[in-house]
């Protein structure tokens, strides 16, 4: 290992210094950073009390020189830079020597290691940054940091930690990112004496995958490698069907190192466009490889931010990387020739590449002269080849994490049972298309009603509005004073019109405002609002998704939830308040724990109608779903009854129906003036 020095004054003045030690998951995250640094292959890390009690990091790797643990203490010692140059080409995930200074002036630290040179180990003990015990102990190659007490002599800073589940949850999302990044890097997490994770170490990313969120994201991945301009952009991401609802599952990774970048997910989620649907979010997992030269990571104390020297070069490329892999591109583009021809293969069979263009340090790019054409990106052969994770993982995963015999069976009727609280019969998965067009064209023109075929959505839409509004006989409404259905625009908007008023009605916004009553009357009523689920669904969620479900099942029972801890990072979900797809009852009950986690910023009502409002979005009918003419009367009666009573919006505030009058029309088409 290299020899540990303190910094000299100018460089330390030029560290973008701070306090690292803000929550256990900090210290855990640069303890991990110092043993990645080491050449672990191996890190075991185990907290208690969500990491404020006791933190344990232990690794195998190469260990500290028993005359430098006390220096490594020291603020600004590292032994991971020299001087001012080294700054701008740093390749480890540490560099500060702030670390472990700040760690044990607000904690008591010990520390066990022994480098392979050494006969035996040493241990110190420090309290709050003073040596209190130091001696020769006998252990094995490698570091064990132990973190005791964390604040215990800043009480004022234990006011901004949250619970110990929420700390523990952290704590696993730092480690998930750390795990995720070095797949050849075997991490287990413990946490109160339980496993929450432990990675194979194997080097394969779809293994890791595996580990962390379960078979179905192992199914579902898309490996990426991609190379333009010496940058290199590998990972994995996932099929359309992986996205949710929110970027907790997004993982940006420079030279490996996880960074924070909202521009990042944006790009990507620019590549899936018309993919996947608007408000979902993709699942991804993308390193970065770049000379770490035209990197600045010494910009945020956390090191989760960066900057790169040609910023909108390197955004450009990570769209080709994920546009290529999302869409199947398998060939490497062979380049042209001056005369706008493709250069033929070499004898050895490599296709010539032109020369790439070159990052200078200023942020500009030099293209080779001899490249006179425009060139395509080339990206490695074989990048979309989609390699299914180790089967013995596989079986491990099944034995240890959810046993197979437990594993819910298809059944017909989505495999629920349809109690008291009747919903809308979505037979038709056509219903969860949001963004899909009409191939028939853009308007359906009204059918006539067959009296043999039941109305699915009549009879739902009756029974949930007579509940919650008078019926239609006591408004004083006939038939005569409503708009006659037209048709359908886009199988999305229902074209009505009455006397010299055409009307376009929102069917999505105005089944929700209904549904959203009906749950809001229920709700405060202590009414019964479950479906009982013939087969009970498992459903893998993060440590800390978990932990705050399971935290608050009694607000999760109230609407219409019974869920229960399955283990292993699991939950069974026995009833919902909705009848849905195994990924959308995922999607809402995690939209209502980030929700529940918001309530410190709202009033109490204010998340409830909040969560009765994400479940009549999830319950309302959706976009380009086909309507009959007697779905569409019923649904145009219900509206008309809601705007007599002042309900004219969704729960969102966006218009149910929108209105244009004949003299307006005519004046579109220049008919008037």
């Known amino acids: 290992m290299p020899e540990i020095k303190v910094l000299p004054q100018e460089v330390a003045d030029k560290i973008a210094a701070g306090e690292v030690a803000e929550r256990p998951s900090a210290v855990v995250k640069e303890l991990v950073e110092n043993s990645m640094d080491a050449g672990a292959t191996s890190i075991e890390v185990e907290i208690r009390k969500g990491g404020i009690e006791y933190i344990r990091v232990s690794d195998n790797g190469c260990g500290i020189d028993p005359n430098q643990v006390e220096t490594a203490f020291l603020r600004h010692a590292t032994s991971k830079l020299r001087d001012i140059n080294d700054l701008y080409s740093i390749g480890t995930m540490g560099f500060r020597g702030e670390a472990l200074a700040s760690i044990c002036a607000v904690a008591e630290v010990e520390v066990i290691t022994k480098t392979p040179q050494s006969e035996e180990g040493v241990f110190v003990k420090l309290d709050h940054g003073k040596v209190s015990e130091k001696e020769p102990i006998a252990c094995g190659v490698g570091t064990t940091m132990v973190v005791n007490n964390l604040f215990a002599n800043i009480p004022a800073r234990m006011k901004f930690l949250k619970r110990d589940a929420t700390e523990a949850g952290y704590v696993a999302d730092v480690l998930t990112r750390m795990a995720l990044s070095r797949p050849e890097l075997a991490i287990t997490y413990t946490c109160d004496d339980k496993e929450v994770f432990s990675t194979s170490g194997d080097g394969k990313l779809q293994n890791t995958v595996l580990k962390l969120y379960g078979l179905d994201y192992a199914k579902a991945i898309i490996p990426v490698d991609y190379t333009e301009d010496n940058i290199r952009i590998f990972g994995v991401i996932g099929k359309p069907e992986l996205a949710r609802g929110n970027r907790s599952r997004q993982t940006f990774l420079v030279n490996n190192r996880y960074i924070k970048s909202h521009v990042a997910s944006k790009i990507v989620s620019e590549a899936y466009r018309n993919s996947i649907m608007i408000g979902k979010f993709p699942f991804f997992v993308l390193n970065i490889r770049i000379d770490p030269e035209f990197v600045d990571v010494n910009v945020h104390p956390a090191k989760t931010e960066i900057k790169f020297s040609n910023e909108n070069r390197i955004y450009d490329i990570l769209y080709h990387a994920v546009s290529n892999a999302l869409r199947g591109g398998l060939s490497t583009p062979k380049p042209k020739t001056a005369g706008n021809t493709y250069a033929s293969e070499n004898p050895a069979g490599e296709s010539r590449q032109p020369e790439p263009n070159r990052v200078e340090p200023n942020g500009t790019e030099s293209r080779a002269e001899s490249t006179s054409y425009a060139p395509k990106p080339a990206y490695h052969q074989g990048s979309r080849r989609e390699e299914k994770p180790n089967p013995k993982i596989v079986k491990e995963y ?186 959308e009852i995922r999607d809402l009950i995690l939209e209502i724990a980030e929700a529940l986690g918001e309530t410190g910023k709202h009033s109490i009502a204010d998340f409830e109608e909040r969560a009765l409002d994400m479940i009549s979005c999830k319950y309302a009918i959706k976009a380009n779903h086909k309507l009959n003419s007697a779905e569409m009367q019923d649904l145009i009666e219900k509206v008309w009854v809601m705007a007599e009573s002042g309900i004219t919006t969704c729960p969102h505030g966006r218009p149910i129906k929108i209105e244009f009058t004949k003299t307006e029309i005519e004046k579109l088409f220049k008919r008037r003036v």
């Open 398 to 583: 099944l034995e240890n994490v959810v046993s197979a015999d437990s594993i819910p069976k298809p059944v017909e009727e989505n495999g629920m049972i349809y109690s008291g609280f009747n919903f809308l019969d979505e037979d038709s998965a056509e219903n969860t298309a949001d963004t899909q067009t009409n191939d028939s064209g853009i308007i359906s023109v009204c059918e006539p009603c067959d009296d043999n075929k039941s109305s699915a959505l009549g009879e739902t839409v009756q029974e949930s509005f007579e509940t919650i509004l008078p019926k239609t006989d006591d408004t004083g409404f006939s038939a005569e004073e409503l708009p006659l259905p037209i048709g359908q625009a886009f199988d999305t908007y229902i074209l009505c019109q009455k006397d010299d008023v055409f009307y376009m009605i929102d069917q999505h916004a105005a089944h929700e405002r209904l549904r959203f009553e009906k749950l809001k009357k229920s709700y405060y009523a202590h009414e019964r609002m479950s479906q009982m689920l013939l087969s009970p669904m498992i459903l893998k969620l993060d440590y800390s998704e978990t932990q705050t479900v399971l935290s608050n099942l009694k607000t999760f029972s109230a609407f219409g939830f019974d869920i229960e801890d399955f283990g292993s990072g699991s939950i069974i979900v026995n009833a919902t308040p909705i009848i849905a797809d195994e990924s």
